[in-house]
């Protein structure tokens, strides 16, 4: 299952990533500063959470920005269900 030569974890946080980022650009474009606060603070809090397990806060904030990512999938995904 490895696409590009990712492994599947790697693909998931990427996917997650580039939906992550792809919402913050679009609520920056449509001025809607809580959504981007909150994008922005997922990314922050992945990163203050990596340091106590001595994990390369970048890492954390990719990963921070990925939980965001998901979030917006499943709403979106939500929407389309109803």
């Not at 001025?31 to 922005?40: F, G, H, N, Y």
């Amino acid at each position: 299952m490895e696409i590009f030569d990712l492994n599947p974890i790697a693909a998931t946080v990427m996917l997650g990533m580039v939906a992550g980022i792809v919402e913050l650009i679009k609520r920056l474009f449509k001025k809607d500063w809580q959504a981007v606060a909150t994008i922005l603070g997922a990314g922050c809090a992945g990163a203050l959470v990596a340091l106590p397990f001595a994990i390369n806060p970048l890492i954390g904030a990719v990963v921070g920005l990925a939980s965001s990512g998901y979030i917006t999938l499943a709403q979106n995904i939500g929407k389309k269900a109803i």
